[in-house]
């Protein structure tokens, strides 16, 4: 699933190609997840401009003139696609064709992609936000009694944060994914911050500097432990992995067990 640094790049990318674009049509091919009519997403978009393409947590908000906005989360597997005049991806959701011919189609072989008319607004901070800070982090952390890795993935608490990054940020931080958040003393709380805007923002430069171009998929050729790949950390720790919760979990003895 791509996580909060691909999606950021995918926006920009998307914003490079379409932005100040006329919306001609926008045509669902797949209404399975659907939470408006196909009727309705076309006459609160069709013929409008985009004005903006935005990262909100894990989904991709369009913002077009009239103010409405098309929401797109690409869940597991779902992918973005380029066109021109005429899309012939397979098992696409949607596709967006604008005024000059370019287009953009989400596709998904699972169909669980989906987008949205006018997403609500999040309550939860996003990780790269100035509101997710040191104040809200300790605040937050000494009421959980859950696993800190756990506290990162919930999207209730923080957004954008996802499987792969957590593990990376846990290991720079040297804090067990394992550790009790109520546990953790409020001078390791914050180093995670500083690791969690650190790990994301080098990610985010990464990807743009080696795919400047990417609007799909998801590059981890880079990560520092959670990579099947990799034996050892930058450290030269075992990478061990567990597998509860239904997630893999990369970690290393180099990080502190708080419980």
């Known amino acids: 699933m791509p996580e909060l640094p691909d999606l950021q790049v995918f926006s920009h990318n998307l914003e490079k190609a379409l932005l100040h674009k ?12 659907l939470q408006t009519t196909p009727a309705a997403l076309a006459a609160a978009l069709d013929g409008q401009m985009l004005e903006h393409i935005r990262r909100v947590g894990k989904e991709l908000h369009f913002v077009f003139k009239n103010g409405h906005v098309l929401g797109m989360h690409l869940m597991l ?3 973005l696609y380029f066109f021109q005049k005429k899309n012939e991806e397979k098992y696409t959701i949607v596709e967006l064709l604008f005024g000059d011919g370019a287009g953009l189609a989400l596709t998904d072989f699972q169909a669980a992609a989906n987008v949205f008319l006018d997403p609500e607004e999040k309550e939860a901070p996003d990780a790269l936000s100035a509101d997710f800070n040191d104040s809200y982090l300790q605040t937050q952390l000494a009421k959980k009694k859950v696993t800190i890795k ?7 608490n923080v957004l954008g944060i996802g499987n792969a990054y957590a593990d990376d940020i846990l290991w720079d931080a040297k804090i067990s ?10 001078v390791q709380v914050k180093v995670l911050l500083k690791s969690i805007k650190k790990i994301l923002q080098d990610a985010e430069k990464k990807i743009l500097k080696h795919h400047p171009d990417i609007i799909n998929g998801e590059v981890r050729d880079f990560m520092l432990v959670h990579n099947a790949k990799l034996k050892e ?3 030269g720790a075992e990478i061990k992995k567990d597998t509860g919760g239904g997630r893999k979990t990369y970690y290393t003895d180099e990080q502190v067990l708080f419980e």
Request: with cysteine; net charge positive; hydrophobic share 30%.
């Open 177 to 186: 994914p394992f550790s009790v958040c109520n546990k953790i003393p409020a």
């Open 77 to 79: 597997h779902g992918k």
């Open 22 to 33: 006329e919306l001609k049509s926008v045509t669902v091919k797949n209404a399975k997840k």
């Open 150 to 156: 756990k506290y990162l993935l919930d999207q209730h």
């Open 233 to 235: 950390s930058p450290g």
